[in-house]
């Protein structure tokens, strides 16, 4: 199994890349750059963000660092707390600790940092921290800078208002956790443009350039989205700064055409493009590239030792660099590297070789590197019940069908599991010709949901399935293919909503009424086959399968002790505060929360949890 997390090192030669946006930052010498790294989900935004990182620390090496780096995940920030606010207290704060640990620009640092408190105080005219930890209306004292705090805020306040803030926030004593520290000239517009003078003046005072590192934008819902954009543009454009932005163009867009209603497609790309000087667009991956990768990864699992990885992965990445010479990545490349590799690796090199083109040209993978490791964990979990029920499936075949699983026509794949299903020994003995006509390069004679370029590849790939008992491989497969055996005596329709089901989870409420009406043992095995399926998740905020979990659990309450049991069994670092509202109507939803504190949930997690159980929101 691999974590899907990003990383420092490099397995998709982006240190080029990364090194370029280093030294356009070094390059400025001090003036505003602001570079905007871009691509879709899970082509590598987070690992390029380290790699620049890296590559910025390792030209400072061997002296005073003149860069101080700032990481800012608003994500982790949504529901929490004001993106914006959080954004500008991180770096005041982080500029305030540099300042002391360097015993220089302390007193502009403090002062920009009570600057960046006062506005997060006037932030509270929506209401009192005591009053919404309360849930009741701000009133009296706390009432009064209610009051005064919503002036501020829509920018009617002048410096009297201002005054009163101060005044009644003194009076209100700690509701404000200190942090009303205004001067009774100060006034917001005011505020903001002593921010950018104070914070100018700091980092002037201090000797660095501050590096802030932007990343998991495009995760985060369109207000969020926006609220960090414009903290970033009150920093933008001063000297010394850097602000790297890693973000999805397509998200972005998305959030500004929904904050800004109505407004045309220029206007959208032009927002964006104000804020970002230079456009960086990670590289999308070549076939040689994704074979390369899926290598590595089988390196990092493999029980070689960290030195000798480490020198496959340096020798692969500069090897990368050549391809366009023609020089290829390839298992040969990685033996002529490291002798007397493991029989096993060397056998999932010729895995990665047979599967890296179709991986690179499938439309649902395109070479993505995150969905190219959750293809080989999907892999390698069908490995682990494969032998831990001895059912004995070969590794080459079972890739192949995951292939087609995952990026096949469904109705075709939906036919070959019931011909395997039909056959008496388990063999799809139709796919022989077309097997045979793809491998001599002729063009068979496919039925229409046959009829697609990614079919007519697999079907030529190793090893041929025609003659092969592909009972075993269902076995193992069943969150997507269930294997109806006489044991499970599943009716058609149960059989019809399961499939249904795990095709779109998101979409199983609306089969309640059906899934009432089954049996209980078919509910029962109906919710075996959504629990295998919900084990190949990695992250437990809202993926789809609870959907359909939780449909069967309100078809059947009986089921929610299972579902309860699988939840809480979960790793706490796979738990996300996204699932809290999910379950926390449910009668079992106490207990699981219990466990997870127990096993040490983050703390936004713990967060929502106890939110929930103050507001009354969870059954018990």
Known sequence: MWPDNETERDFLNFSGVADTVAEIIVQANGRPASIGVSGAWGTGKSSMIKLVRRSLEERAEGRASQYVFVEFNAWLYQGYDDARAALL?????KLTEEAKARETGIDKAQNLLNRVNWLRAAKLGAGSALALALGLPPTGVIGEVFSTGKKIMSGSAGEADVADLEDSAAKAGDAFGGLLKPRPELSPPREIQAIRETFEQTLKEIGITLVVLIDDLDRCLPPTTISTLEAIRLFLFLDNTA????????????????HFDGVDDEHVTNYFDKLVQIPIRVPP??????????????????????????????????????????????RAFIESVHQNLPTELVGRFDTA???????TSASQISGNPRLIKRFLNALAIRMTISNAHGVGVDEAVLAKML???RCGNSKAYDELTRKVNEDADGKPRFLAEWEEQAVAGEEPDLPEAWQEP??????AIPPRLADLDLRGVLYVSREHAPLITPEDRLSSEAAELLAAMLENPDMADRLRERLTALQRPEIKVVMDRLLERARQEQEWGTPPILDACLAVVRADPAQGTRLAAFLGERPPTQITAGI?????DQPWAKGVFKKWREAGVSA????????????GDVSV
């Open 353 to 359: 070789d047979r599967l890296a083109p179709l991986m």
């Open 454 to 459: 990614f079919i007519r590849e697999w079907l």
């Open 403 to 405: 292939l087609f699983e």
């Open 285 to 330: 991956l070549g076939t040689q590239e994704v074979r390369a990768y899926m290598l590595l990864l089988f390196v990092e699992n493999s029980t070689l030792s960290a030195e000798a990885k480490e020198t496959i992965r340096k020798k692969v990445c500069e090897r990368l660099a050549e391809t366009w010479r023609g020089k290829r990545v390839d």
């Open 604 to 615: 936004p997690v713990k967060s929502a949890i106890t939110k929930r159980e103050r507001d």
């Open 89 to 93: 207290e991180v770096i005041a704060t």
């Open 243 to 258: 602000f790297v932005i890693a973000a999805d163009n397509a998200m972005i867009k998305h959030a500004v055409r929904r």
């Open 580 to 584: 809290v509202p999910k379950i926390a």
